[in-house]
């Protein structure tokens, strides 16, 4: 049991935009900045988001993240067949005292 | 560039430890905590623990309290993972991953490949 909840799965044709959402609690996303992650079958996750809605150099703006309150979401506008992949979002939770992530949502691009 | 290369994969049996590497270049070894994080198969990501290469200092994830040490060798600017007393929970891909900051709140900018790491009798 993940201590952010995520949906497990998601999907969209191209073109589309889709989001992902993660709920979490005041000790983590409440108090703390949200990452996301994408991560294709057999490789190390890569950082998509960092600081709710900053992108690391060379990823498309048609990523995007925000935050309102103890939820955050991810936003993939343009939809494209590479994004075809599994999603995780994450945050510092102050009560545990280390970084927690979501379950995970697996992105379906029919 | 910023790489992180991890130690290959590893076979073990129950009881056993197992110790995985994780050696940094590209970047001033000490200015970053290296954070370890596993998946077991077909799972989600799993928070390990974080060590601090500049003093040395590891914070344990409670979970693992007590059966994992994250060490370095900062000669050859290496962090290592020891976990012991292994079962077949742990069967999973552990992966080092590079910490860098955003105003005060951190993110995991660098990852390394994964060490599958198998424990079965």
């Known amino acids: 049991q993940s201590v952010l909840t995520q949906p497990p799965s998601a999907s969209g044709t191209p073109g589309q935009r889709v989001t992902i959402s993660c709920s979490g609690s005041?000790?983590?996303?409440?108090?703390?900045?949200v990452n996301w992650y994408q991560q294709f079958p057999g490789t190390a996750p890569k950082l998509l988001i960092y600081g709710h809605d900053r992108r690391p150099s060379g990823v498309p703006d048609r990523f995007s993240g925000s935050k309102s309150g103890t939820s955050a979401s991810l936003a993939i506008s343009g939809l494209q067949s590479e994004d075809d992949a599994d999603y995780f979002c994450?945050?510092?939770?102050?009560?545990?005292?280390?970084?927690?992530f979501g379950g995970g949502t697996k992105l379906t691009v029919l | 560039q910023v790489l992180l290369v991890q130690s290959g994969a590893e076979m073990k049996k129950p009881g056993a430890s197992v110790k995985v590497s994780c050696k940094a270049s590209?970047?001033?070894?000490?200015?970053?905590?290296i954070h370890w994080v596993r998946q077991a198969p077909g799972q989600g990501l799993e928070w390990m623990g974080v060590?601090?290469?500049?003093?040395?200092?590891?914070n344990y994830a409670q979970k693992f309290q007590g059966r994992v040490t994250m060490s370095s060798d900062r000669s050859t600017s290496t962090v290592y993972m020891e976990l012991s007393s292994l079962s077949s929970e742990d069967t999973a891909v552990y992966y080092c991953?590079?910490?860098?900051?955003?105003?005060?709140?951190?993110?995991?900018?660098?990852w390394g490949q994964g060490t599958l790491v198998t424990v079965s009798s």
């Open positions: 590209g970047y001033t070894f000490t200015s970053y905590y």
């Open positions: 005041s000790s983590n996303i409440g108090s703390n900045t």
């Open positions: 991953a590079r910490r860098d900051y955003y105003g005060s709140s951190g993110f995991l900018d660098y």
């Open positions: 060590f601090n290469p500049s003093d040395g200092n590891p």
């Open positions: 994450a945050a510092w939770d102050e009560s545990l005292g280390g970084v927690v």
